[in-house]
């Protein structure tokens, strides 16, 4: 454990593996992670029955890999990504785990959970299937043909042969090791550190500002179980408890390298060793370097982003200091006072941009213009930091009553541009 060493900047050829096990904090770590990688990089399939139709070839220009596809994936693609993986605690896994089943009507396991309590899920032959040491044999599974999806085909012919099979303890040694050669270990119940903590490992900015993410309605009251049916759930996660406290262990070893200093260290190395650009086209369906910046989105066919959910959104370029460089952006807000409240910080120096609307009359859209001299650029040599500073996020739900986004809107961003003066 103490041997691990951050991974380090990503090179063009490397590849990323979101192995997501299911019920854990999947959709907010693959947002985050989709953030760091231009759209087209992105490989689309999150299921094994989606992927496997398509030749290494044709997955071979895809550098990032999210999705449910356990260990399969390196024999699919023909290669070995770093691994970023994420443990939950489980029991609660488990009881996440049965409220999908009952609430996803194509599951295959739908009708027979519907109109269950958990007890009897977890006492029945199904649950033993579905819920024993789940964590840890879909770290473990990669047979394609014996154990496809993580379902043994042993799940129609011998249930005591699967039972003795996914309780052996080999299944536990394979695990861990998985974890400890993984680039990134997470656990759910530490999400926000956990982003931090991955931001470090691969050279990515700093976080300050955390996506939520989906958590029950309603907590898990262990209480209500019999002890006949508590004793069972412990049984059935026996393994996957050892394998929790591993990740946790792994997860708090690593983490408490991450100091301010340190994150803010490997971020500017990082950047360091990224060319000098003198030009730079970017469109939000690249990869973002910054902080305060919600899911990309393509409204009428060019891709955005908005700033949010704080007031205060940064972005930062490689760009070069030895000649004057022309910066030129089109931004939008919701309302006509966030606009004009729009403030453009370089290098930690506030700027008066030059400016101009984007229609008439105008709206709360404009295109912004501004000389960054070669002392400006120098006062960072690692990176251009542009912060851009508003009076308020808007919630168009409570802003309006015909809308329906409840999301922290700050700006709005469809390119930047830099060229030489």
Known sequence: MNTWKPHGPLGQDDKLYFLHIPKTAGTALRTFLESRFAVDEICPYLTTPEIIPHPPSALARYRLFCGHHGMYLPRIIRAEPAIVTVL?????????????????????????????????????????????????????????????????????????????????????????????????????????????????????????????????KVAFDPSGLTPAAMDRLNELTLLDRALYDHARTLFESRLARVTPEAAENAYREAMLARPRLHRVAYGFDQPIFGDNWLTRERPEGQWRRWSGPGTRTTLDLPLATDRPLLLRFFVGAQTPDVMESMRLTVNGVEQEPDWWPMHDPPRAQRTYELVLEPDLLRLNPAYTRLTFDVNRVVVPAEEWPDRTDKRRLALYFFWIEVNPR
């Open 88 to 216: 939950r605690e489980p029991i609660e896994r488990c009881v996440s785990h049965f409220r999908h089943l009952q609430a996803t009507t194509n599951d295959w396991l739908h009708e027979k959970v519907r109109g269950k309590t958990f007890e009897q899920f977890v006492m029945s032959e199904d649950g033993v299937v579905e819920l024993l040491n789940f964590q840890t044999r879909f770290l473990v599974n990669d047979d394609l043909r014996r154990d496809y999806y993580g379902h043994s085909v042993l799940r129609q012919t011998d249930l005591k042969a699967l039972e003795a099979k996914y309780a052996d303890p080999s299944q536990l040694v394979r695990a861990t090791a998985l974890l400890d050669r993984a680039a990134f270990v997470g656990v759910q119940e530490r999400f926000d550190d956990g982003l931090r903590l991955l931001s470090y490992t691969f050279g990515w900015p700093p976080v300050t500002t955390f996506p939520k993410y989906n958590t029950a």
